[in-house]
């Protein structure tokens, strides 16, 4: 048996060489580091961060496969990767208070929260890039594993702990349905490298029996992820119970990452059978949108709101990937990068609130927020009128090419659909606005959380409550949380900004749809 | 192709024929005195008393847990350096060395973090 | 030869699935699922997949069933209702499983019994080999051999962020009084410098009495 080494392009993938050489330096600077852990970590994970974000910068505009096939080096994947990054590095700021990574009282642990979340970052530039089904599947792990860790990370509350469990849970569940399906299309094509299934799909498997279960069951696994109805129960439960920060984050990357492979997949691999899986997916996009709509139109906590919202927004884009067009592909990159500024704006915002006010992320804590705290009142005003798709914003700008996209492919009742339901979701956008802008304050209710919650599981022998360092890492009200505030203007000013003059995102997102054009009918 | 395994199969068979039967004969022929001490799930030492919510500690769970993630480090190695004379090349040596060093940070990040030692 | 060990493996892997759910005691549960999994090992085999089968057994049927039991003990024998207690759920469960496997029969039908009477697919010598899985794992699939890597160090980082201990700083160990409440701890926040302190001294006393 002889071995061939096969050719590596080091320069195409030093996106992932830098990440995993930073998530190294992040885990052992963290435990090397007890006293300004917090200092020296963020320094290396804003480092990393930054260094994988100008390497892809830098790479932009090749295309060509690296390591056998592997992966598929194009602006798709580098988009994909781009839009992680960016929340990586919104996110790393707003974990600095965060409990489940201060842990008052105890051993800081900021060196494992951003290195799991750079890990994450990892998996989803993997992912965003894979041409292989044994990659998609790896990488698609690498992604969630952290995130089931960070989700749980707050073992002091019950409520996080059970987040963990859930997302574990329902995570793996969809992970199990997408092995399955990627098995049968295995199976069937015999291949897998999506080019060679392609081939093969293409050359009278259209039809196939275990290809098609193939397609259903990757499809229900990869909606799991991209929490499309009806797979998005999990959605409100863990996006609540999960610390702010990671709820972030796994509301925009992991949509992007995940959408970014569903494309690639679905064009590329699958193509051939695009008769097959539209009308399915199209039925889904409709359902979701409804039912992330209806649903979120009783929340009272904001972050449940954003979960219901996501569903919603999920099902707009993926109205992108039924159109098969790259006119649909184009809108689709659009609206993720959108989606990625206007939900960063308001989690920053929801972040602050949390830890000032005693109601939590509950739509109370938002009320008067207008008088009181105008830089935070802004941009979540801004945030929720972009996620509602009024004109001026990003948000309508996406709405508005999905429709376009959807409209080109015969789907006009997509796009009907897509605008009723941004006729509904304004009733609650707009609440959220009512509240923060025509309500008075609410009562300040005294932080009873001041004092550590028991951890979870523990007993109180071996759990003692160190009031001290409580007392002293709960919020002072009115802090500037520079680091927080910064980040949402930039996200809430950018959200403006491609409302406006969206032809620089227009121009990036269509050469991540030319990426694909070879396989686009 | 199933040829080759016909040893494991006749050790697999043997093994269960013999260790069948002499269960089976020790029942059979065997004097019966039941007494308490017998009667125990483990008869060295101090009494052991078994109930339905008896619980390990979560220590013996962190180090199987560890032990886990190293198993199957070992079951990625095994194929690897089953070619590594094979292939006689640097680049295999420098992958192999990449997989073992993420390891290797693994193994510092959970000493330093006490996962090993015994509490 | 190759029929018998088919339906022993074939048998024992799902008379072990069936008896993991049906048998009450996890522990029993668990050994039926070592079984499951030794016999969908000895299955891997006669698909020529032999180093999968090592690896099954190894890894599943070894260390995870290990963590299974840990687990099973940990969590103690919960008297669970051996009928799912959702009423709409019981019903519905049993019904998507038989559509399910109904889906999943049609499309096995449908292409996979063409093959019923070959003799199964023709491999080259070696096939299946460790050294078959090394070239690959070097050669096609690089990245995926080294994400596997890097998924393992982050579980062994998420294992101990969620399961480890949680070391406290030697300030709050001190000021454990045994059966002060959380309430009068809070209230006692803003005089806990001097509370810790003036406990300190009275620490290494009470560490010598539990040692002693």
């Known amino acids: 048996m002889t071995f061939h080494a096969p050719h590596i392009d080091y320069a195409g993938l030093s996106p992932v060489i830098a990440l995993t050489a930073g998530i190294c330096a992040v885990l052992v600077g963290g435990v090397f580091s007890a006293r300004r852990q917090r200092l020296v970590v963020s320094v290396l994970s804003l480092t990393t961060v930054a260094v994988a974000a100008g390497l892809c910068i830098w790479q932009w505009g090749e295309r060509e496969d690296l390591v056998a096939g592997a992966l598929r080096l194009d602006e798709l994947g580098l988009a ?60 698609l792990e690498l992604l969630s594993v952290p995130l089931y860790v960070l989700c749980g990370s707050a073992v002091r509350r019950t409520q996080s702990l059970e987040s963990g469990l859930k997302y574990l849970i329902v995570g793996s569940l969809g992970s199990a349905t997408l092995l399955y399906g990627l098995a049968f299309i295995y199976g069937g094509s015999g291949s897998t490298d999506f080019t060679t299934i392609r081939d093969a799909v293409g050359s009278g498997l259209t039809d196939d029996p275990l290809v098609l279960i193939g397609i259903a069951l990757a499809a229900t696994g990869l909606a799991f992820k991209i929490s499309i109805a009806p797979f998005h129960q999990w959605t409100p439960d863990v996006y609540e119970g999960a610390p702010t920060p990671v709820t972030a984050f796994m509301a925009v990357a992991t949509k992007a990452a995940a959408f970014c492979v569903f494309v690639r997949f679905f064009e ?8 097959n899986w539209q009308p399915a997916l199209a039925v889904l996009a409709a359902v ?62 929801i972040v602050v609130r949390e830890r000032e006010s005693g109601y939590g992320d509950g739509i109370k804590a938002f009320e008067g927020l207008g008088r009181d705290r ?84 523990g007993s109180p022998e071996a759990d003692p409550l160190p009031s001290l360092a409580a007392a002293t890492a709960a919020p002072r009200p009115g802090t500037r949380c520079l680091a927080i505030l910064v980040p949402a203007w930039l996200m809430a000013g950018a959200t403006i900004f491609f409302g406006v003059l969206p032809s620089p995102l227009v121009d990036w997102a269509s050469h991540a749809g030319g990426a694909l054009t070879p396989f686009l009918a | 192709m199933l040829h080759s395994y016909l040893p494991v199969i006749v050790f697999a068979g043997l093994g269960v024929i013999v260790g069948g039967t002499l269960a089976m004969v020790n029942g059979l022929i065997g004097p019966r005195r039941p007494s ?79 996962a090993l030692d015994w509490r | 030869m190759v029929q018998v060990a088919f339906f022993v493996g074939a048998i024992g892997a799902t008379g072990g699935a069936l008896a993991v759910i049906a048998l009450r005691n996890p522990f029993y549960s668990v050994l039926a699922l070592v ?41 103690g024998a919960v008297e669970e209702p051996i009928w799912e207690p959702i009423p709409g759920q019981r019903f519905l469960a ?23 009477d070959s003799e199964g697919p023709t491999v080259h010598a070696g096939f299946g080999t460790p050294a078959e899985i090394g070239n690959l794992l070097l050669e096609r699939f690089l990245v995926v051999f080294e994400a596997a890597s890097m998924l393992l160090l982050i579980a062994a980082v998420g294992a101990v962020v969620l399961a480890g201990r949680r070391t406290t700083p030697p300030t709050s160990s001190a000021s454990r009084p045994g059966s002060a409440g959380s309430g009068s701890e809070v209230a006692a926040g803003p005089h806990a410098p001097t509370a810790t302190s003036s406990l300190a001294p009275a620490d290494p006393p009470s560490a010598a009495e539990q040692g002693g």
């Open chain 1, 80 to 139: 994909g990767a781009l839009i992680a990054i960016l929340a990586a590095a919104v996110v790393i700021p707003l974990s600095w208070r965060e409990p489940a990574a201060e842990r008052p009282g105890s051993e800081p642990r900021h060196g494992e929260f951003q290195a799991l979340l750079l890990s994450s970052v990892l998996g989803m530039v993997l992912l965003a890039q894979a041409q292989n089904l044994v990659v998609l599947f790896v990488s």
């Open chain 1, 268 to 275: 590329v691999a699958l193509g051939p059978a695009v008769d």
């Open chain 1, 288 to 349: 979701s949108i409804v039912v992330g709509n209806i649903g979120a139109l009783g929340q009272s906590s904001l972050k449940r709101l954003l979960g219901y919202s996501g569903v919603a927004q999920a099902g707009y884009m993926l109205v992108g990937i039924v159109c098969a067009s790259a006119l649909g592909v184009n809108a689709l990159v659009f609206y993720l990068a959108a989606y990625t500024l206007m939900n960063l704006a308001a989690f920053a915002v």
């Open chain 1, 374 to 457: 105008p830089d935070l009142a802004w941009p979540l005003t801004i945030a929720m009128l972009a996620l509602a798709g009024l004109p001026a914003t990003a948000g309508f700008m996406g709405k508005l090419y999905l429709i376009e996209a959807a409209v080109d492919a015969d789907y006009t009742w997509l796009g009907v659909a897509i605008a009723i339901g941004t006729m509904i979701s304004l009733a609650y956008y707009l609440r959220v606005v009512a509240a923060v802008w025509m309500r008075p304050a609410a009562e300040p209710l005294a932080p009873e959380g001041a004092g550590m919650p028991a951890m979870a599981g």
């Open chain 2, 36 to 114: 308490r001490a017998k009667d125990d799930p483990y008869e060295c030492g101090l009494p052991s008393e078994v109930t339905r919510t008896f619980r390990f500690g979560i220590s013996f769970y962190m180090i199987a847990m560890l032990f886990i993630l190293f198993d199957i480090e070992v079951v990625f190695l095994y194929p690897v350096g089953v070619i590594l004379r094979a292939a006689h090349s640097v680049f295999v040596l420098v992958e192999v060395i990449v997989f073992v060093v993420l390891l290797m940070v693994a193994l510092i990040y959970v000493w330093r973090r006490g």
């Open chain 3, 35 to 75: 079984v499951h999994l030794v016999s969908l090992a000895g299955l891997f085999l006669l698909l020529y997949a032999q180093f999968v089968a090592a690896a099954q057994v190894v890894v599943y049927a070894g260390a995870v069933m290990v963590l299974y039991v840990f687990v099973a003990a940990y969590v």
């Open chain 3, 94 to 116: 049993p019904l998507l499983a038989v559509a399910l496997l109904v889906e999943l029969t049609i499309a096995i039908l449908g292409t996979g019994l063409t093959a019923l």
